[in-house]
T-cell receptor
């Protein structure tokens, strides 16, 4: 059974700091891994999607890496800003059986960037 | 181009009641997935609808049921509500079951 874990559960950093969020998964049979942002009481906004054949994806100040063999992904945020404060979720899409339609999420990392 | 829209935004019910939540997919999308997100947790997959049929289902009891209409919109029904059903219910749409999903802002359901 695929399980997704995110560490840390919460993180507080001063503005301008570079930071790394971690995501691990137990089964390497995935189609892709996706990072989302969620503001309080809101839905999910997709940040980056990495296909299983890719090693990383970049968008602006965000860079996500994927090491499928070790079951790990990291989301790197450069020069953090207070507007980056939100919960960050990673999710995988499994290749096992008839599971490809659903996303399996971690519990999220709640990020607070202090001015 | 409207994204995924959900209604209502908030809902308060009491134990034992029934509730219906609604979702309109993003234009051009034909597949709708529903997720339950308890406070402080990641979303949990409930089920997915494509061509008006339930195609996949997560570990949720039969009290949770759904429907997809010919225009691809969808409903989530929950019967015999329990306190533990209090959560944010998220709808996601995609073009096909294995394509990236786009999420709505959710319906916040509170059970008293």
């Amino acid at each position: 059974k695929q399980e997704v874990t995110q560490i840390p559960a919460a993180l507080s950093v001063p503005e301008g700091e570079n930071l790394v969020l971690n995501c691990s998964f137990t089964d390497s049979a995935i189609y892709n891994l996706q990072w989302f942002r969620q503001d309080p009481g809101k839905g999910l906004t997709s940040l980056l999607l990495i296909q299983s054949s890719q090693r990383e994806q970049t968008s602006g100040r965000l860079n996500a890496s994927l090491d499928k063999s070790s079951g790990r992904s990291t989301l790197y945020i450069a020069a953090s800003q207070p507007g980056d404060s939100a919960t960050y979720l990673c999710a995988v899409r499994s290749r096992r059986g008839n599971q490809g339609g659903k996303l399996i999420f971690g519990q999220g990392t709640e990020l607070s960037v202090k001015p | 181009d409207a994204g995924v829209t959900q209604s209502p935004t908030h809902l308060i019910k009491t134990r034992g009641q029934q509730v219906t939540l609604r979702c309109s997919p993003k234009s051009g999308h034909d597949t709708v997935s529903w997720y339950q997100q308890a406070l402080g947790q990641g979303p949990q997959f409930i089920f997915q609808y494509y061509e008006e049929e339930e195609r996949q289902r997560g570990n949720f009891p039969d009290r949770f049921s759904g429907h997809q209409f010919p225009n691809y919109s969808s409903e989530l029904n929950v019967n015999a509500l329990l306190l533990g059903d209090s959560a944010l219910y998220l709808c996601a749409s995609s073009f096909g079951s294995n394509q990236p999903q786009h999420f709505g802002d959710g319906t916040r359901l509170s059970i008293l």
